[in-house]
DNA sequence: GGGGTAATAT
DNA sequence: TATATTACCC
């Protein structure tokens, strides 16, 4: 394998072994990704200086052509791997990545070779140099104005981490304070709409419902990515609206209106959840992929100064 | 406009 | 089945 890579640029084409389809999904990705105007030059640190030692990275040592002819062979025989026996080795670590990392999200075409546990290919791209973004992207598969038709937003997939963040969230807020809007924005994720989270949210709260009002759960009708993940205390009743609800269903008038008093924090956090003790950027090359956010104060000292570095607001009272 | 719930669609 | 969308209400 691997002759035909050559300075970036994959010249694939050859079907000894992929059957028509796989060929077409190959080229149709090669289609998406970018030139070399729009890769990083090699000569260029991926993250700046001063945001290197905030996070105690060492220094990237250089890379020549070999090293990258020789990432490029790597991948492209994992992805080759992958698409060509349902055996996959490497690239299933790195699809395993994602989907603890980032947003699934199905193409509108779903393609469950593709899709199906996590991966995507066209969200493959783009996760660049950690700090504009140190958090979760929902991609919707047009943000590359290009082919792709207009379609709608990609369907999102509420992956264990991304509801564990949602939750975390709602805890913090309390129940009677998380709303779409404010948990759209805490979570700070990007390209999660209100509208998923409000879809989630309605999910979660009859999930919680069932909890509390029945107080005996049925595993059978639970769904399994809520009971993955505690319920936290401050969900339980926090509020003191009581649950009043009546498990009524009939009519809605569950205006919970008590002075919801002081809402501790109603501002946004920047990502890199304390939840990580896993890398955050799964997907560019290795050369950051060994970072790792301590969870325990992320926004502390380090973090903190690299927030300010990026001119993000470190929510000061952000303590898990 | 935004939130909640239920029903329905995909 | 999971998620999105819609309708209807507050």
């Given at each position: 394998m691997g002759e035909e890579v050559n300075a970036g640029k994959y010249t694939g084409g050859n079907h000894d072994e992929g059957d028509c389809r796989n060929d077409d999904r190959v080229s149709e990705w090669e289609l998406g990704l970018p030139n070399a105007d729009d890769l990083t030059p090699l000569s260029q640190p991926l993250i700046s200086p001063e945001l290197a030692s905030a996070f105690s990275i060492s220094p990237e040592p250089r890379r020549s052509m070999i090293d990258v002819n020789r990432a490029s062979q790597n991948t492209l025989s994992s992805i080759r791997g992958e698409l060509s026996s349902s055996n996959s080795v490497n690239f299933k670590s790195f699809n395993e990545e994602r989907g603890k990392d980032g947003m699934v999200v199905e193409g509108e075409e779903s393609d469950p070779d593709l899709v199906g546990d996590g991966s995507d290919s066209r969200k493959?791209?783009?996760?660049?140099?950690?700090?504009?973004?140190?958090e979760f992207r929902a991609e919707n598969?047009?943000?590359?104005?290009?082919?792709?038709?207009?379609?709608?937003r990609a369907r999102l997939v509420w992956t264990p981490q991304l509801h564990k963040r949602f939750v975390e969230v709602v805890a913090h807020l309390g129940i009677k304070n998380a709303v779409p809007k404010t948990i759209m924005q805490m979570m700070?994720?990007?390209?999660?709409?209100r509208e998923n989270v409000a879809s989630h949210l309605q999910k979660y709260r009859l999930y919680l419902k069932r909890m509390q009002g029945?107080?005996?759960?049925?595993p059978s009708s639970s769904d399994p990515l809520f009971t993955s993940t505690p319920v936290p205390q401050s969900l339980h009743e926090s509020g003191g609206s009581g649950h009043g609800h009546g498990h009524g269903h009939g009519h809605k008038h569950e205006h919970r209106h008590g002075n919801v008093g002081h809402v501790p924090m109603p501002t946004p956090m920047p990502y890199p959840p304390q939840m990580m003790h896993m890398p955050r950027i799964s997907v560019l090359p290795r050369m950051i992929n060994d970072i790792t956010f301590d969870s325990e104060d992320w926004c502390s000292t380090q973090m903190r100064s690299s927030f300010d570095l990026m001119n993000h607001s470190c929510p000061a009272g952000t303590s898990f």
């Open positions: 493959v791209r783009r996760i660049d140099s950690c700090t504009e973004e140190s598969g047009n943000d590359d104005g290009s082919a792709r038709t207009a379609s709608k700070n994720v990007e390209g999660l709409t029945g107080s005996n759960e049925d």
